[in-house]
């Protein structure tokens, strides 16, 4: 990179942070911020504990999202003077280093992702369920590996993983899995991969080393918290008790501890036996169907159908293919990006 190249470069940041501000518009941010703070010095404020938590809530994100672009545009206010000084001085040191330096442009771009996360549910951590689909071992073996990545995704960016259910497959992998992502704009970052993922490759199940092709369903659906109240009664659901499979000693599988909850109006299926006491599966198993039923319901505003991905794991329906053999290659469905 040249001095044309990067004083370009700067141009663009520019533009970036401005339309960031546009839409952000901190210093509404702040004005909300201050009325937050005003209202927490009143004497009766913790007296509506639900209110009080809520109000938490909004002063947490109201406040990430000030440090992120103030942390931002000061990163890029910094370098420009930088840039400046280098530049009359020709410093060829400093302005290689600058050449160099990515971070900058990985800052802005992490705040720009940031501020297009303004849907409500955005900022809600996530529940996913992953199911394998066509392809027998192949595909329990490819839902573990989409398991692994979610799970490797979520270190990275510093997310908690609780596990609410998890199944393994008979030869390998898994059968079945759900989990909740505990985050900041952990929904809003993972709801993309709410779909049909599709694999191939030549299968190490297969002697004959022949390529075989394998879906995994993964559905994301926000975590709700006591603000949205999902009314379900109790003749539209089927509950089943059955004992858990695999490991988990004595008591695990000697009892009807796992659970199976069908909601009969729309045929979701939930499932939990991660945990010993009944009690507490169920509790988990709800907190999926609440979490589904609502996704479905705003998938059903949009006019999109939800529970088909669940019931029809195969061709067609992939969002996205991982293409190992013949040739290596992940793409977007959707957006036909490679």
């Not at 001095?3 to 663009?12: A, G, R, T, V």
Request: hydrophobic content about 35%; charged content about 30%.
């Amino acid at each position: 990179m040249d001095n044309y190249e990067y004083s370009e470069l700067i141009k663009l940041l520019n533009k970036k942070m401005q339309n960031i501000e546009h839409i952000l518009k901190p210093k509404e941010l702040q004005e909300k911020l201050e009325v937050i703070q005003k209202q927490e010095q009143e004497p009766d404020f913790w007296n509506d504990i639900k209110n009080a938590t809520k109000l938490g809530k909004d002063k947490n994100r109201l406040l990430s999202s000030l440090a992120k672009f103030n942390k931002a545009k000061k990163a890029l206010d910094d370098t420009q003077e930088l840039y400046i000084l280098a530049s009359e001085e020709k410093d060829d040191d400093i302005l290689n280093g600058l050449f160099e330096d990515t971070e900058l442009e990985e800052l802005i771009k992490q705040t720009e992702i940031g501020v297009m996360l303004n849907n409500p549910d955005d900022s809600c951590n996530a529940i996913i369920s992953i199911h394998p689909g066509a392809g027998g071992t192949e595909s329990q073996d490819w839902a573990s590996m989409l398991y692994r990545m979610y799970l490797r995704y979520a270190q990275r960016k510093d997310y908690k993983i609780e596990i609410l259910d998890y199944q393994d497959g008979e030869e390998a992998g898994l059968k079945d899995v759900a989990f909740i992502v505990k985050g900041e704009n952990a929904y809003g970052y993972l709801k993309a991969e709410h779909g049909i993922h599709r694999l191939v490759r030549i299968s190490p199940f297969d002697s004959n080393a022949k390529r075989h092709t394998s879906f995994a369903s993964v559905i994301v659906s926000p975590e709700l918290d006591d603000s949205i109240d999902i009314v379900i009664e109790d003749k539209d659901l089927r509950i089943d008790t059955y004992r858990a499979s695999g490991a988990g000693g004595q008591h695990v599988n000697k009892t009807e501890s796992a659970i199976r909850i069908t909601h009969l109006a729309t045929n979701i299926i939930v499932q939990c036996q991660n945990d010993r006491s009944q009690h507490k599966n169920k509790a988990s198993a709800m907190k999926i169907l609440k979490s589904r039923l609502y996704e479905f319901e705003l998938a059903k505003q949009k006019a999109e159908k939800d529970s088909e991905e669940k019931s029809d794991i195969g061709w067609g329906h992939q969002i996205r293919s991982y293409v190992m053999q013949p040739y290596q290659q992940v793409k977007d469905t959707r957006t036909n990006k490679v």
